[in-house]
C-alpha cells in the first residue's frame, strides 16, 4: 500500500518549456488536491477534483491545468513555465464527504524554473 | 472564502515543557480542523484533527480544543521531544470540498 506517490521528485525546467506532474493514489479515495508550497505561505491549493470526471480550481490556477485521467490519477500540467512557479508541489487525497475527511500528502515534487 | 491565520510563526521551548499554537477561521460553515506536522523535506502528516460537534480532543501528548463561538482552535504539545521540532500546519475547510491551511509554526525544543 504505496499511498500517494508523486512523479518526479525532483525536476529542473527552462522558463516556457512545459511538463506534467503525475499523481496517483492507492486508497480508492474520491477526492484529489495538487498544492504548492512556498517559503511563509503554507499550502496554497491549485486545483482539486471533489470526485472522478470533475476539477475545480483552488487559490491559485493561473498558469496550471489539470486532469483527473480516473478514480486513482490526478495529473498537473505547466503549459508555459515561468520562474514564479518555482515551488515544491505536493498531490492529496481523501475519501471525500465533503471536505471533513484527513487528506493524505504524497512525497512532493521540487521543481525549479530557470 | 475561508481564511485561517496561525500564530506564533516561530516557537522554542525548552524539552519537557509545552507548546500551544492558535488559528482562527473566517467561515463559520467550517466544521473540520486537522492539524498537520511536516518536519525538513517530508509531506506534511496528519497529527490530530477535530469536528465541529467536539470542543477537544486528546491522542497522549496532543490536544486539540476548538472554540466555535471564537472561531479560534489550538494545537497543544505536552512533555515535548526533540522530535517534536517540526513546521506545524492548521487547516480549515469553510464547508466544503477544500481545505485552507494557516502559514505554520516552525516549533523547535531546545534541549
Known amino acids: 500500500n504505496a499511498g500517494v506517490t508523486q512523479t518526479p521528485k525532483f525536476q529542473v525546467l527552462k522558463t516556457g518549456q512545459s511538463m506534467t506532474l503525475q499523481c496517483a493514489q492507492d486508497m480508492n479515495h474520491n477526492s484529489m488536491y495538487w498544492y504548492r508550497q512556498d517559503p511563509g505561505m503554507g499550502l496554497r491549493l491549485i486545483y482539486y477534483?471533489?470526485?472522478?470526471?470533475?476539477?475545480d480550481k483552488g487559490e491559485v490556477p493561473n498558469g496550471y491545468n489539470v486532469s483527473r485521467l480516473n478514480k486513482r490519477e490526478f495529473s498537473l500540467r505547466l503549459e508555459s513555465a515561468a520562474p514564479s512557479q518555482t515551488s515544491v508541489y505536493f498531490c492529496a487525497s481523501s475519501e471525500g464527504g465533503w471536505g471533513n475527511q484527513p487528506q493524505h500528502f504524497g512525497d512532493g515534487t521540487r521543481l525549479s524554473i530557470l | 472564502g475561508e481564511n485561517v491565520e496561525q500564530h506564533p510563526s516561530t516557537l522554542s521551548v525548552q524539552e519537557g515543557d509545552s507548546a500551544v499554537i492558535k488559528c482562527t477561521y473566517s467561515d463559520s460553515a467550517s466544521n473540520y480542523f486537522p492539524w498537520y506536522k511536516q518536519e525538513l523535506g517530508k509531506r506534511p502528516q496528519l497529527i490530530i484533527d477535530i469536528r465541529s460537534n467536539v470542543g477537544e480532543k486528546k491522542d497522549q501528548r496532543i490536544a486539540v480544543t476548538l472554540n466555535k463561538t471564537a472561531k479560534h482552535f489550538s494545537l497543544h504539545i505536552t512533555e515535548t521531544q526533540p522530535e517534536d521540532s517540526a513546521v506545524y500546519f492548521c487547516?480549515?475547510?469553510?464547508?466544503?470540498?477544500?481545505?485552507?491551511f494557516g502559514t505554520g509554526t516552525r516549533l523547535t525544543i531546545i534541549p
Open positions: 477534483s471533489a470526485s472522478e470526471g470533475t476539477t
Open positions: 487547516a480549515a475547510n469553510g464547508g466544503n470540498e477544500k481545505l485552507t
